[in-house]
């Protein structure tokens, strides 16, 4: 059963406390992706990576860290430097050739820092 | 990328066709409108894309007009679990790259029974 998966659904850490959220695909696709959304607001670009061992900021990199060391996952490290970080956070996959390529995305990981 | 503007809500009966504005003017000739659905709580969904003609898959309708500054998502026959948020989001295809998407507020649909 192909598709993204993440976890966990929700997470909980003091503040001060690095956290890393998990995404995992197996849809076999280069691209991945992960946005923050906050309460009734659209959602925005934290990284994304094109490629193994690549990664590029999105909008709103600042207090966040990514790792691409295999195809399959890319995890998203919220820093004690992220000045909000209670968020909905979702990741993303695409195939990176063909002009009009959907994004895949997980459920999400719903992380309140207390 | 192009920016749209959508309604922040509606409301439709089920059973009834929804029809989903968006307002994109300064769209240019060689971008595309996509559209995707977010249900509550759950990571968004891709619906229907277009460049400037109509186009129609299992769940939905997309009807451009014919100068392209704006566009409709049709769902012909609404249920209680088309209720969701959806997105327009307009932009240029990437022949090889990563595939970033611009989202806006999007119009928060709710089907009545």
């Known amino acids: 059963d192909g598709g993204i998966t993440q976890s966990p659904k929700y997470l909980f850490r003091k503040e001060g406390q690095n956290v890393t959220l998990s995404c995992e695909q197996n849809l076999n696709h280069d691209a991945m992706y992960w946005y923050r959304q906050d309460p009734g607001q659209g959602l925005r670009l934290i990284y994304y990576?094109?490629?193994?061992?690549?990664?590029q900021k999105g909008d709103i990199a600042e207090g966040y860290s990514v790792s691409r060391e295999k195809k399959e996952s890319f995890p998203l490290t919220v820093t004690s430097a992220q000045k909000n970080p209670t968020a909905f956070y979702l990741c993303?996959?695409?195939?990176?050739?063909?002009?009009?390529?959907?994004?895949?995305f997980g459920p999400g990981t719903r992380l309140t820092v207390l | 990328d192009a920016k749209t503007t959508q309604p922040p809500s509606m409301d439709c009966a089920e059973g009834r066709a929804a029809n989903l504005p968006c307002n994109h003017s300064?769209?240019?000739?060689?971008?595309?409108v996509y559209w995707y659905r977010q249900i509550h709580s759950q990571g968004p969904q891709y619906i229907i894309h277009g460049l400037k003609n109509n186009e129609t898959n299992e769940m939905a309708s997309l009807i451009i007009t014919e100068d392209r500054k704006s566009s409709t998502l049709i769902l012909p026959h609404a249920t209680l679990r088309d209720t969701a948020v959806y997105y327009c989001i307009v932009r240029a295809p990437i022949i090889q790259g990563a595939q970033k998407l611009v989202f806006g507020q999007g119009t928060r649909l709710t089907i009545n029974p």
């Open positions: 993303a996959s695409s195939i990176v050739t063909g002009m009009y390529n959907e994004q895949f």
């Open positions: 300064t769209i240019s000739g060689n971008e595309y």
């Open positions: 990576s094109q490629i193994v061992n690549d990664f």
